[in-house]
């Protein structure tokens, strides 16, 4: 459910000041230039502390506005997929799959600062933090006291996103990085689709 929570994509924000608005244009920027992504990724959990709990790594794959697909392939397969009005969340451990609607799914995670075309500010207060080895981040802070996380900061090389960190609700941290990142690369309609494996269980909405 965790990987679940945080897989479901990234996506909106807002302030004011200079380094807000600073914030803001940078990831408008960003999504300005994207119709679809395709990487790799990278991900680890860590707890309040800062001690590692678990690695994974996958493919993801993105069509804007509201179409993704998150392969999980370590440490077991898993899927996160939606056609932008269906979310499937294959567990292959538990041999489950778990079918919701994509707007319910997503309100108030982080799945909106990708797939989502709705306005930044409506959700997320933005900031703009001091660069490090010449790469900048950005802080997005929800607005809604009903949200799943505490924050989610975002690392740009120029106009590039290569890094996600999301903080949870328990102080959990899941640290992204992406690679092999290609935008606006021609994607098969079908990814966006998902049939249940033979003898999975399916729990609907």
């Known amino acids: 459910m965790y990987k679940q929570m945080v897989a479901m994509a990234l996506s909106l924000a807002v302030a004011s000041g200079a380094e807000a608005s600073a914030g803001a244009d940078r990831i408008s920027a960003f999504l300005d230039q994207v119709n679809s992504l395709r990487a790799e990724f990278s991900q680890t959990l860590y707890d309040e502390e800062r001690n590692r709990l678990e690695d994974a790594s996958g493919t993801m794959y993105l069509e804007r506005p509201g179409r993704f697909r998150w392969d999980y392939e370590q440490p077991y397969p898993q899927s996160i997929v939606s056609n932008g009005k269906t979310l499937w969340m294959y567990d292959s451990e538990l041999e489950q799959v778990t079918v919701k609607s994509l707007d319910s799914a997503i309100e108030n995670t982080p799945s909106m600062v ?92």
Request: net charge negative; proline share 5%; glycine share 8%.
């Open 114 to 205: 990708l797939a989502s075309e709705q306005p930044l500010d409506d959700h997320f207060v933005v900031a703009e933090l001091p660069q490090e080895d010449g790469k900048v981040w950005v802080e997005l802070r929800p607005r809604s006291s009903e949200a799943t996380f505490a924050l989610i900061r975002l690392r740009f090389g120029g106009d590039e996103m290569d890094m996600m960190e999301l903080v949870d609700n328990f102080g959990q941290t899941t640290h992204l990085e992406f690679s092999g990142l290609r935008k606006n690369a021609a994607l098969e309609s079908g990814l966006f689709e998902f049939s249940p494996p033979a003898g999975a269980d399916v729990i609907s909405d």
